[in-house]
């Protein structure tokens, strides 16, 4: 195995690695390199080239986001702020070495690109994110998509444009599938991309595809084993998700546990089956499977990395985790309770973490991480969006939607945005989109 020092050199400077550049990684990467890179060396590793806010894959797949207005190459990005990006999958970790084991990374044509090769660290974060858990259910990897990187939104989104014109062309009636989608799982993912998709589809329809009849062919079900829509959310919210969803004519199917997933459709638990072409596994979280013995590292049953409050993990001092693949105690709730898998909490952890390793490098010990929770929001496309916002002091929960939710929704992504390319690039790349979207059709047809 090639061993790679960070920086390519012998290296003198305090080495900070960070694995995974998503929402929590690549802020700190950026940020990092913008205030210490001329003193530290920062290198951020990821398995991909570029960077999209995970939140947007589903209005990828529903064709309603311009990816190139989106994306951030990991390259161009770490030249910017002064840090070495490297491309390949972690797979393992030598802690005595101080050492991240990185697979060797491969082109299209199966060429590789990059040998296996190790990473030398004196801090390392790793912030590798989570993916959709399915529990072991059968059929699942056969016959579902999923919805965990840009490539399975885009490959999503290909089959969506081609069943509907694989149904405008045919002569003969529709099978019963036809023209269905089941999304398995209604959690904030499922629900977005059940509302995203019950415009998109219309307008992939609309643009000539007129053998098709909306109303009477295109079939959006989201179903969930709980009781209600948005299950980790406050009742109140569910209730309107809900409303709004079979408003629109999504078909709604609560208490129904997915027994297997079949080449045209979902088998339920109770026997039902329920037919669609195109079926998306969007329920369950956990952490990726190479963290579950992480050279002894501590892990919970869902594979996160167990940290303290100061983000370091329980049996290392010098490696942290941040983000979904972390089991960070929430401070302040009852014993036991950790901090839940959202782009906010990993954004207050890449800012936490910024000053943790600056303290670290003035040998001050590092300090509590404390979670502040602004509620939650559900974004139902163009046509509403719900949520409630945590009363900074008061705690309490404050019910919002429409307009104000909409511009609270967009807000956690334009901070995303601050984050990675400060004020000025985020107005005027913000100005130019909302020009662009006036004058461009709003579904992409690719
Ligand atoms: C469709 C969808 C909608 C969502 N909507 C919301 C929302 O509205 N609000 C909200 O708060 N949260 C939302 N979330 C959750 C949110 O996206 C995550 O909580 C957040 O992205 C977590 O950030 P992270 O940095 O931990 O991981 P990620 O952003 O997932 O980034 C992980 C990075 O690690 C890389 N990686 C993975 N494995 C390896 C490896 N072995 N080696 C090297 N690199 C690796 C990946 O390529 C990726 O770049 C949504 C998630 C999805 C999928």
């Not at 700190?28 to 210490?36: F, I, N, V």
């Not at 990726?288 to 167990?306: A, H, M, T, Y």
Request: aromatic share 6%; glycine share 8%.
């Amino acid at each position: 195995m090639n061993s790679a020092s960070s920086c390519g050199m012998p290296c003198t400077r305090h080495r900070v690695v960070i694995v995974g550049g998503g929402a929590g990684g690549l802020e700190l990467a950026t940020r990092l390199g913008d205030k210490l890179g001329r003193r530290v060396d920062v290198t951020l590793i990821d398995r991909e080239r570029v960077h999209v806010w995970k939140p947007k894959l589903h209005e990828i797949a529903a064709g309603s986001m311009d990816m190139s207005a989106h994306e951030v190459a990991y390259l161009a990005q770490a030249h910017r702020h002064r840090f070495r990006y490297r491309i390949g999958a972690m797979t393992g970790l030598d802690r005595m070495r101080r050492e991240v084991q990185v697979a060797a990374s491969h082109d299209e044509a199966g060429r590789e690109v990059t040998p296996r090769r190790v990473f030398g660290y004196d801090t390392l974060v790793i912030a590798v994110g989570s993916q959709s858990n399915d529990f072991g259910t059968p059929g699942v990897s056969a016959h579902a998509m999923r919805l965990e990187s840009q490539a399975d939104a885009r490959r999503f989104h290909a089959c969506m444009v081609n069943a509907c014109i694989r149904a405008h062309a045919q002569t003969g009636p529709l099978r019963p599938a036809q023209l269905k989608v089941a999304i398995i799982g209604a959690g904030a993912t499922g629900v977005e991309l059940a509302a995203e998709l019950h415009r998109t589809t219309r307008e992939v329809v609309a643009h000539g595809l007129d053998r098709v009849d909306p109303d009477k062919d295109l079939e959006v079900s989201v179903i969930e084993a709980g009781a209600r829509v948005l299950p980790a959310l406050p009742p109140r919210l569910s209730r309107a998700a809900e409303d709004l969803l079979v408003k629109l004519g999504v078909r709604v199917h609560t208490g129904a546990r997915v027994a297997e997933v079949l080449h045209e459709g979902v088998r339920l638990a109770d026997g039902r089956v329920l037919p669609a072409e195109l079926v998306v596994w969007a329920a369950g979280v956990k952490a990726p499977d190479f963290l579950k013995e992480l050279d002894g590292l501590e892990s919970n049953r869902i594979n996160q990395l167990v940290v303290r409050p100061t983000l370091q993990t329980t049996r290392d001092d010098d490696v942290f985790a941040i983000g979904d693949c972390a089991a960070a105690p929430w401070l302040g709730k009852p014993e036991g309770t950790v901090v839940p898998p959202r782009a906010q909490a990993a954004h207050q952890q890449a800012s936490h973490l910024v000053k943790t390793i600056e303290r670290r490098l003035r040998a001050q010990a590092p300090q509590p991480w404390r979670y502040r929770d602004f509620g939650s929001l559900v974004s139902l496309g163009e046509y509403s969006t719900v949520g409630n916002l945590m009363g900074a002091l008061s705690g309490r929960n404050l019910w919002v939607e429409g307009l104000f939710a909409r511009w609270m929704y967009l807000s956690l992504y334009k901070l995303h945005e601050l984050a990675l390319h400060g004020f000025w690039k985020t107005a005027v790349g913000t100005a130019s989109r909302v020009l662009a979207r006036s004058t461009e059709p709003r579904v992409k047809l690719h």
